[in-house]
């Protein structure tokens, strides 16, 4: 079979590019390996729940993201802007006062950082929300960690916030991620809304899929090797002008047969069933004294009352790096549950355990997969651009549109 480009993944950058290549005119064909759309995002429904894979949410400022979708059918339910931080055995809150002026005082009064720090995170967050984002990729290269001391903030503050915060989105709390991507979702944060689809975050890909053509995507029909401009599966040989290689870092690195494998940060997350929500905030809940395995829980079904049924709610924990191993994670959450909310959590039932580990990339250097590896052959992902949704959208806009370029150069 021949086609204009053959796309091997259909995750959100082959669906991205596939959708702006269909635009165009371009026929395609887009080869995936598991049996859905979507990569590594998407949802299962578990007794009526609605689980994620892993702790996932949309942020709404996403600029290519915004533009490509279609954001009211996604029927998006929006966070609080703000957050919980557990210290000394009590749930405190933080809120972007700008959003909510209203609790300004309480999140003033909240024992979390110094005053100074909470005039730096107001700083911060203007600094960021009026910086054009190709103006934030080239800001001076260092770790997050190092931008934060730099800007003056406090030990206490980075422990008892940041690291809860966004190590919760890069899913490492030593916070060694780019400043770069710090500053990027801290601007994105800033401009909207952390959110999740009604019908769960396979709605995302799901939508994407749906604007192809029928037949343009084969599912459970991995990829086994690319020669020129030729690619075989099991079964077939499939030809094209051009191949686009939209897999994750590992199946890209395997593909083009590179030495070295890329490094994978990893998650856990356990769901819960609960009679009651532990709070009724449409927050997320960090530990702030870093004492535990837990990283953070939400309570998606406060977000999205479409995520359980009836009068239920779904309760969901994320453990990141080393916290992830060993045996008896339920045990020593449900202990550290306990702690948090008391005697009820025992009623609470375990629908499942998410292990992913392969859930983003790590810091990858920007120069290992160039976008065009070389004639006819291109690259697309999150590990080409940055680790979220938006870089993987983004990429995959990316690659079609270096695809149409160089088809207009040759014509």
Known sequence: MKVDTLIIGAGLSGLAAAARLHESGQSFLILEASDAVGGRVGTETVDGFLIDRGFQVFLDAYPESSALLNLEQLDLRAFEPGALVWKGGKLHCLMDVFRRPDAFLSSLAAPIGTLSDKWRVVRLRERFRKMPVEQIWTLPEQSTLEFLKGEGFSREMIDLFFRGFYGGIFLE??????????????????????????????????????????GSIRLSCPVRKIEGKSVR??????????????????????????????????TASLSFSADESPYSDRLIALRGDRKGIIHHLTVPSNVAPTYSPDTKSLVSVTLVGNSCEGAGLESQVRRELLDWFGPATATWRLLRIDSINEALPANIPFDRFPPKVSDGIYIAGDHVRNASIEGAIGSGIRAAENILGDCIQKI
Not at 178 to 207: D, H, N, V, W, Y
Not at 242 to 264: E, F, G, V
């Open 173 to 214: 709390d030593e916070l060694t991620t780019s400043a770069r991507m710090f500053a990027f979702t801290f601007g994105m944060f800033a401009r909207g809304r952390a959110t999740l689809p009604a019908s769960g975050m396979k709605a995302i890909p799901e939508q994407l899929a749906s604007r192809l053509p029928p």
């Open 233 to 266: 599966t099991d079964e077939e040989e499939f030809t094209a002008k051009q191949i686009l290689l939209a897999t994750d870092a590992t199946q890209a690195s395997i593909l083009l047969k590179k030495s070295s494998t890329p490094a994978w940060r990893r």
